[in-house]
T-cell receptor, first 114, second 114 residues
Framework: DAGVTQSPTHLIKTRGQQVTLRCSPISGHKSVSWYQQVLGQGPQFIFQYYEKEERGRGNFPDRFSARQFPNYSSELNVNALLLGDSALYLC?????????????FGEGSRLTVL | AQSVTQLGSHVSVSEGALVLLRCNYSSSVPPYLFWYVQYPNQGLQLLLKYTSAATLVKGINGFEAEFKKSETSFHLTKPSAHMSDAAEYFCAVSETLYGNKLVFGAGTILRVKS
């Protein structure tokens, strides 16, 4: 079975632009979470979606938004990009919304903002 | 607020030697604790998790961790290091039964010398 897939794998944007990152969860998984991993740091929680509803939001500005589609895939949007948004964006899926469930991570989308 | 501290951003061991990666957490409620591994250019993979069952948790690839409430620690060990263990390791905590928000430590890069 396919794991969590993310696209694009790498992208370069300039300050002020907008970016959309995509994630397809493991088949049967209804929960998708997004994390930002800045170089040299651990991942930071951005959003969790379960059954197409936002179930949690981290300490990120309103420039960050996300949604989940009926097929449980998800998009993360970042507007008005700043240099500090350069990071690896990780998507994780799980079967349940529970915190005890295992998260399965994709390989990430590496965003560089110039 | 929950937090995780990983002592030592870099750890170097010889092949066959004991691996010890340290993790201390802060949580206002009984936590759920996780160790993830990240190989270069890959996503995170779950090594093991503690969810209030046995305090000694065994994971994949010969790793184990012990939950010590009195020390607020969840250190990761492996009796004998292999070259293939070289990677970055992240400790994470989750307080909530409902929701996938993990708070990660900054990570420890493990180097295995031949």
């Amino acid at each position: 079975d396919a794991g969590v897939t993310q696209s694009p794998t790498h992208l370069i944007k300039t300050r002020g632009q907008q970016v959309t990152l995509r994630c397809s969860p493991i088949s049967g998984h209804k929960s998708v979470s997004w994390y930002q991993q800045v170089l040299g740091q651990g991942p930071q929680f951005i959003f969790q979606y379960y059954e197409k509803e936002e179930r949690g939001r981290g300490n990120f500005p309103d420039r960050f938004s996300a949604r989940q589609f009926p097929n449980y895939s998800s998009e993360l949007n970042v507007n008005a990009l700043l240099l500090g948004d350069s990071a690896l964006y990780l998507c994780a899926s799980s079967f349940s919304r529970s915190g005890t469930g295992e998260l399965f991570f994709g390989e990430g989308s590496r965003l560089t903002v110039l | 607020a929950q937090s995780v501290t990983q002592l030592g951003s870099h750890v170097s061991v010889s092949e066959g030697a004991l691996v010890l990666l340290r993790c201390n957490y802060s949580s206002s409620v009984p936590p759920y604790l996780f160790w993830y591994v990240q190989y270069p250019n890959q996503g995170l993979q779950l090594l093991l998790k503690y969810t209030s069952a046995a305090t000694l948790v065994k994971g994949i690839n010969g790793f184990e961790a012990e939950f010590k409430k009195s020390e607020t620690s969840f250190h990761l060990t492996k009796p004998s290091a292999h070259m293939s263990d070289a990677a970055e390791y992240f400790c994470a905590v989750s307080e909530t039964l409902y929701g996938n928000k993990l708070v990660f430590g900054a990570g420890t890069i493990l180097r295995v010398k031949s």
